[in-house]
Nanobody, 121 residues
Framework: QVRQVASGGGSVQARGSLRLSCATS????????WAWFRRPPGKEREGRAR????????DYPDSVAGRFTITRDNARNNVYFQMNSLKSEDTAMYYC??????????????WGQGTQVTVSS
């Protein structure tokens, strides 16, 4: 079973930066695409970045492209999310999850621990 624990969130002022980490475990995790999601207050969860198994492909929606970067370290079974130029609208609970590489569908509907990011203007 694939598991993940997100960490690294916190409170930061607008235009600041944070780096989130996702510790993964389970079977063949390095052969999976991984993604970062977020759930803003009162809204649905949304995918914000996805990375392929060998890091050859990444995908970002327009709202974070150019500001956020997803990377992975397969030797350490970790996935990272560097967030720069943060805005108040980036305030949300952030989660990582294994996904099917064609989109934002998660492989297992078990989100695990998220990490809160709060951006003040």
């Amino acid at each position: 079973q694939v598991r993940q624990v997100a960490s690294g969130g916190g409170s930061v002022q607008a235009r600041g930066s944070l780096r989130l980490s996702c510790a993964t475990s389970g079977y063949a995790i390095n052969n999976l695409c991984w993604a970062w999601f977020r759930r803003p207050p009162g809204k649905e969860r949304e995918g914000r970045a996805r990375i392929s198994p060998a890091s050859s492909n990444t995908d970002y929606p327009d709202s974070v492209a150019g500001r956020f970067t997803i990377t992975r370290d397969n030797a350490r079974n970790n996935v990272y999310f560097q967030m720069n130029s943060l805005k108040s609208e980036d305030t949300a609970m952030y989660y990582c999850a294994a996904v099917f590489c064609s989109g934002w569908t998660v492989r297992v509907d078990a989100w695990g621990q998220g990490t809160q990011v709060t951006v003040s203007s």
